[in-house]
């Protein structure tokens, strides 16, 4: 089967005036794909869900989602096949979740008669239908924000965007989440998580983006972006000896240059060297736990936001 | 249809459910109701007094508070759907923004319309009953029926307001001096302009100068009818240039059109 993209930028950008939100960025998201969206706040996420929900349209570039200009009439009918949580929402305090749900359930082109049972099995879906009957105000920040995932998983979306979705959830609420992640995942949806780097991300997701100010930083699998990011791998040992790890490869001139001085027992080792090192600790009898840390994805992260924050003040400092 | 018909329902369930659809009727039929039987209290009497009379201080009343309670009613449906992120959230749905808006005009046109029935009704058919002239009635129901003219044009109004601004705050300031303008400062100027400048402004030139306030409107078609003793100010002058009714009516429609079309011309420039 020809691997259409669900989702497709090219070139696309917005600008605000002078100020460029977003500029030209270039990206695909296949059917069952699930992409993470990284970056601080103003980093240009929300602006890049907007384009691509369609509420803006595109300074320059091209925005295409299931094959048509989301901002366009034609694109209507693909709308209720879109779902879309956005950041801090507060829903209609005085209405009842059900209430609540059942509005958006019968905006999103469900029939009056179907949109209350509908309704109903999206809340238990996320578990709240114990507080259905009750006004959103005196929802918890978690249950506030479980209906508005409810909310966004209306008509099984083909295209989900979910904008800080595990924010105030608990750690239960937030396994269920991810459960339903992928879940959705497998039945061919297409999700776009945004967010702040989150431990427990990684994974469940295909690929990341990094974003900041309105630029890409990096996008690629995780393993892609570590190789870019050429991070250490950390390697922990403890020995039995005295002097611990650092006296056991004083004498290996190749170990013990990856030896750092602000933490003992560590060695930094690159990606490629990581096993042959593994082989020669192994080898060394003294030891008794060894302990392998790959950089993880907010390591990736920082690594890329600090160097995109070198270039700038290298560039500031050239024209000064 | 059926996305403008949900919105309005759920707009109207929100005027019930925050007790705007009661507490409006209970104004309504408490002022009419006591102006009805009280209004002749200066002059020494209580108890049913004339019709006109009735009438004209009714509407006297009504052009202050019916455009304040739209504007309550209405100043925040957009710019307070903006700041809980439920306007953006619903824009990406297959909804458009003319939908949305006509839906929300409906919903919560159909409280102040209700209200407005229902609170002024009840003196109606008071009045009806103790004076069993069927002439009440239609004189009630030119009086509703422009009063809920007034009201639509407000909330229209009170739609532009709340479109135009980015913080809800901001948008209950701007209701307040529009209220200020429309019912009080409008008049003022009006007078000035009459008597301060000498030949300053014709008749026919001020009646003109009404069609541009609908509150003006309002007081014409339901004053127009009476004897000049029970009117004064600009508006004598102007009730003798007299426009007929029908003329007045459709001033009043396009003072509900014309804000609502606006206000449509603004939300598809928004950005969000």
Redesign the interface.
């Known amino acids: 089967m020809m691997n259409t993209p669900l989702v497709s930028l090219v070139e696309a950008g917005k600008t605000y005036g002078q100020l460029a939100a977003l500029s030209s960025m270039t990206m695909s998201l296949n059917e069952g794909e699930v992409l993470g969206l990284f970056g601080h706040n103003g980093a240009g996420k929300t602006t890049m869900m907007?384009l691509i929900?369609?509420?803006?349209s595109p300074s320059h570039g091209k925005v295409e989602v299931m094959g048509m200009a989301p901002d366009s009439k034609e694109a209507?009918?693909s709308?209720?096949k879109?779902g879309?949580l956005?950041?801090?929402?507060?829903?209609?305090e005085?209405?009842t979740g059900l209430?609540v749900l059942t509005?958006?359930v019968?905006?999103?082109?469900f029939a009056n008669k179907d949109a209350k049972k509908q309704a109903i099995g999206l809340l238990e879906q996320v578990g709240i239908t114990y507080a259905m009957k009750r006004q959103v105000k005196t929802y918890s920040k978690g249950m506030r924000q479980r209906l508005g995932l409810a909310?966004a998983f209306i008509g099984e979306p083909k295209l989900l965007l979910l904008d800080e979705p595990t924010v105030g959830l608990d750690p239960i609420a937030t396994r269920d989440f991810y459960k339903t992640v992928d879940q959705l995942k497998s039945n061919g949806s297409s999700i776009i998580l945004c967010s702040h780097v989150l431990p427990g991300v990684e994974q469940h997701i295909d690929r990341a983006m990094i974003l900041s100010s309105g630029k890409l930083l990096a996008m690629g699998t995780l393993s892609e972006l570590r190789q870019q990011a050429a991070l250490p791998v950390v390697i922990k040992a403890t020995s039995l000896k005295e002097g611990g790890l650092n006296g056991a490869v004083a004498q290996d001139s190749k170990l013990k240059c990856f030896l750092t001085d602000a933490c003992p027992d560590t060695l930094m080792v690159p990606e490629h060297e990581k096993l042959s090192v593994l082989k020669q600790l192994l080898n060394l009898s003294e030891l008794d736990d060894i302990h392998v840390e790959s950089a993880n994805l907010e390591q990736v992260y920082q690594h890329f936001l600090s160097r995109h924050e070198l270039a700038l003040h290298g560039r500031k400092g050239g024209q000064s | 249809m059926r996305?403008i018909l949900?919105?309005a329902h759920?707009e109207f369930?929100?005027g019930l459910?925050?007790r705007w659809l009661i507490s409006i009727t209970l104004i309504f039929a408490l002022l009419s109701i006591g102006l009805t039987y009280f209004g002749a209290a200066a002059s020494g009497a209580v108890g049913v007094t004339s019709l006109s009379t009735t009438v004209a201080s009714l509407a006297s009343l009504a052009v202050f508070i019916i455009p304040l309670i739209a504007l309550l009613l209405s100043y925040d449906s957009f710019v307070g759907e903006q700041e809980?992120?439920?306007l953006?959230?619903?824009?990406?749905?297959?909804?458009s923004k003319s939908q949305l808006l006509l839906g929300k005009f409906i919903g919560q046109g159909s409280i102040i319309a209700l209200a407005t029935l229902l609170g002024f009704g009840a003196s109606a058919v008071l009045l009806y009953f103790q004076l069993g002239d069927i002439a009440i009635l239609s004189a009630f129901g030119l009086f509703i029926f422009s009063a809920i003219l007034l009201g639509l044009s407000f909330t229209a109004i009170a739609y532009l307001i709340s479109l135009s601004v980015s913080e809800k705050s901001k948008a209950a300031g701007f209701a307040l001096i529009t209220w200020f303008l429309f019912a009080l400062a409008f008049d003022l100027a009006l007078l000035a302009l009459l008597v301060g400048v000498d030949e300053g402004v014709t008749q026919q030139g001020l009646t003109q100068l009404m069609m541009l306030n609908p509150t003006d409107i309002f007081r014409l078609v339901n004053l127009a009818g009476l004897e000049n003793t029970n009117v004064n100010g600009a508006l004598s002058v102007a009730i003798n240039a007299s426009l007929s009714q029908t003329q007045l009516f459709s001033a009043l429609v396009a003072w509900v059109v014309l804000p609502l079309t606006l206000a449509i011309f603004i939300f598809k420039k928004k950005?969000?």
């Open positions: 907007k929900l369609g509420v803006i209507w009918h709308r209720s879109v879309y956005p950041e801090n929402v507060s829903f209609y005085q209405l209430e509005y958006f019968k905006l999103k082109g909310q | 996305q949900t919105v759920k369930r929100d459910r925050n809980s992120g439920t953006l959230l619903l824009l990406t749905y297959p909804l950005t969000l």
